[in-house]
């Protein structure tokens, strides 16, 4: 049993780097895709926050900081440093999982939309004091705001399409400890 346990544990690791994987090249491959004045939200960063507070064992810290910094670098940002603030985020959120499984949608959604707003001051902080080119606020503010709403669309889709839901009361994981 412990073998299946494992196995599950890597076959959503690698569900995941696919999806980080297609997720990254279809932002820099010229698809033509409107953005019709607003701009696209970062789904790669809230399924990171979804899956990171319903199977934290699922995301080791390595991998969400290896994919984050794969994507500073094809994106041309800073390198690793978007994937710190990522890294920071998702640790803060990971260590209060057990939290957010009492939560409702909107409570969850909320610390989310604090932590996304956290990390971009942060972010733009570091740019500022460093005096390195940023995008200009409102674009950046337009992003926040179209990537905070977009969260529970995500969950939707981390829950009923990928299955990955909330560890139920009693469960525990492969070394036999309660999630």
Same mark, same amino acid.
């Given at each position: 049993m412990n073998e299946t346990l494992r /196995?599950?544990?890597l076959a959503y690791l690698g569900l995941y780097l696919l999806i980080a994987s297609v997720s990254i090249l279809s932002r820099i491959l010229p698809l033509g895709v409107l953005e019709a004045g607003w701009p696209l939200p970062d789904l790669l960063l809230l399924l990171t926050m979804a899956w990171v507070l319903r199977r934290p064992?699922? #995301?080791? =810290?390595?991998?969400?900081?290896l994919v984050f910094l794969a994507e500073d670098l094809f994106m041309m940002r800073p390198p690793g440093l978007w994937a710190l =603030?990522?890294? =920071?985020?998702?640790? /803060? #959120?990971? %260590? %209060?999982?057990?939290?957010?499984r009492e939560m409702n949608l909107l409570l969850e959604w909320a610390m989310v939309a604090a932590v996304l707003v956290?990390?971009?001051?942060?972010? %733009?902080?570091v740019l500022m004091i460093v005096m390195s080119p940023r995008e200009p606020l409102d674009l950046s503010l337009k992003t926040l705001v179209v990537t905070i709403l977009v969260y529970p669309l995500v969950v939707w889709v981390l829950q009923v399409v990928l299955r990955v839901k909330k560890p139920a009361t009693g469960e525990v994981d492969e070394l036999g400890r309660r999630l």
């Open positions: /196995f599950d544990t064992a699922h #995301l080791p =810290a390595l991998a969400i900081v =603030a990522v890294l =920071a985020g998702t640790e /803060f #959120l990971r %260590r %209060r999982n057990q939290v957010v956290a990390m971009t001051v942060a972010y %733009r902080l």
